[in-house]
C-alpha cells in the first residue's frame, strides 16, 4: 500500500506561483511512475505532469511545459509540482498518483491517489 497526501494548494492570482507538494509513504518502487493530475469542475481528469521514481525522469502535458516542475526529493518521499505563471485555467483539484503506470500520461497503472489539493487562481 502506498499513501499519499497532497498540500500546498491554495487562491493565488493569475501570473503568481505555488509550489504543491505530495507526501509518499509505504511501499514504493523505484520503477514507478509518480504522477500529478487536476480535475476541474464538469471535465474529465487530466495528465499534468509525472517522473519515474528511480530515474527522475519527467514527462509533461504540452499545456504546462515551461511553467510546471516535476520533482522529488532524494529520499524519494516527497513528491513536487512548481508552479509559475499561473492562469485561471490553472483551477483545478490536483492529485498526487503513484503507480506501476506503464505509460506516465496516462491514468492507466497509477493504483494509488492521495485526495487532492484546491487550486484556484483569479484574474
Known amino acids: 500500500q502506498v499513501q499519499l497526501v497532497e498540500s500546498g494548494g491554495g487562491l493565488v492570482q493569475a501570473g503568481d506561483s505555488l509550489r504543491l507538494s505530495c507526501a509518499v509513504s509505504?511501499?514504493?518502487?523505484?520503477?514507478?511512475?509518480m504522477g500529478w493530475f487536476r480535475q476541474a469542475p464538469g471535465k474529465e481528469r487530466e495528465f499534468v505532469a509525472a517522473?519515474?521514481?528511480?530515474?527522475?525522469?519527467?514527462y509533461y502535458a504540452e499545456f504546462v511545459k515551461g511553467r510546471f516542475t516535476i520533482s522529488r526529493d532524494n529520499a524519494k518521499t516527497t513528491l513536487y509540482l512548481q508552479m509559475i505563471s499561473l492562469k485561471p485555467e490553472d483551477t483545478a483539484t490536483y492529485y498526487c498518483?503513484?503507480?506501476?503506470?506503464?505509460?506516465?500520461?496516462?491514468?492507466?497503472?497509477?493504483?494509488?491517489w492521495g485526495q487532492g489539493t484546491q487550486v484556484t487562481v483569479s484574474s
Open positions: 498518483a503513484a503507480g506501476p503506470a506503464p505509460w506516465p500520461t496516462r491514468r492507466l497503472g497509477y493504483d494509488y
Open positions: 509505504g511501499r514504493t518502487s523505484t520503477s514507478y511512475g
Open positions: 517522473i519515474r521514481w528511480g530515474s527522475a525522469n519527467t
